[in-house]
């Protein structure tokens, strides 16, 4: 599994700032605690909990039942939300805003639960495929646009604050809306950038299907024993496949290996990942579908 330290603290930190915002707009004891202090913390509790979950072995066993995979990470990130709840109220407030900014912040690790879980899904499914592979970078694409996924996800829980105009003490309510549609809109045209990457990859990956009646297998301890410069690699099977000639006997006495891996298993595995690509995309759209609808409607009543 590849790092988890990176995603995870790039979520938490937006987690835990837009968080705090959107618990402004109905706790007046929250709008005078400074944003700062909750990303920074957040962040360090998002890494923590990358690191637990990809050193847990026990949780990247295929046989384990999908309900108790859940329950531990949703045990991980509201005890991790409670932690960094209690902490920025410790900072804030002292003792006295331990116990209620704890019990918010694992609120607040229950809500992203389900955020984390498909970044962590992602990740696993991203150690699948051998490294530089078209696969093994398609599941990278999905392990960031699920997180930009999520980052939209916490941008758009600023539609409370917009539709009260009950922000933070540091932000006026103006630069609070275009902060969250900046956040919002950037993730959601990351995401569409990423699925342009993937329509890429895919292209070549199907050039590849349409050519397989041409190719023949090569036994790789034989006649193939390493990948040769050029050749493409799909990640997913150790299939060798060449396009025979004679000018390749003639100039090397074997054949010119083209593709390694299974086409069909590539071919599954992206359209998997197009499949969760575009959920991100329609998680990040709704997020910033329900900013601006927010906006609208309090525009409205000023109006």
């Avoid at 539709?163 to 006026?172: D, E, G, V």
């Avoid at 086409?263 to 359209?271: I, K, P, S």
Wanted: proline share 4%.
């Amino acid at each position: 599994m590849p790092s988890l330290a990176k995603p995870f603290a790039v979520f938490g930190a937006a987690a835990g700032f837009f968080a705090l915002l959107a618990v402004a707009s109905f706790r007046p004891a929250a709008r005078e605690v400074s944003p700062l202090l909750p990303t920074l913390v957040t962040a360090a509790a998002g890494a923590a909990v990358a690191a637990t979950l990809r050193g847990w072995t026990r949780l990247h066993d295929p046989q384990l039942p999908r309900e108790i995979v859940v329950f531990w990470v949703a045990a991980l990130t509201s005890l991790a939300g409670a932690a960094s709840g209690g902490a920025v109220g410790f900072l804030t407030w002292g003792t006295d805003g331990v116990m209620r900014f704890a019990l918010g912040g694992f609120a607040v690790g229950l809500v992203f639960t389900p955020s984390c879980l498909v970044v962590f899904d992602a990740a696993r499914r991203a150690g699948r495929a051998r490294h530089g592979s078209l696969v093994a970078d398609t599941d990278r694409r999905t392990v960031l646009s699920t997180v930009l996924a999520g980052v939209a996800f916490a941008s758009a829980t600023q539609a409370p604050a917009v539709l009260t105009a009950q922000a933070s003490m540091h932000f006026r309510p103006l630069d609070q809306l275009l902060l969250s549609l900046v956040v919002g809109t950037s993730a959601t045209a990351a995401i569409v950038l990423l699925q342009r990457r993937d329509r890429a990859a895919r292209v070549a990956l199907e050039a590849f299907a349409k050519d397989a009646s041409w190719l023949d297998r090569v036994e790789e301890s034989e006649e193939a024993p390493a990948l040769p410069p050029g050749a493409v690699d799909l990640g997913l099977g150790s299939e060798h496949w060449a396009r025979t000639t004679d000018s390749n006997y003639r100039t090397s006495g074997r054949a010119g290996v083209l593709v390694k891996g299974s086409v069909a298993d590539a071919t599954a595995a992206f359209e998997e990942c197009a499949r969760r690509r575009h959920r991100s995309l329609l998680v990040a759209t709704c997020g910033l579908t329900a900013v601006i609808m927010s906006a609208v409607l309090r525009l409205s009543v000023l109006l």
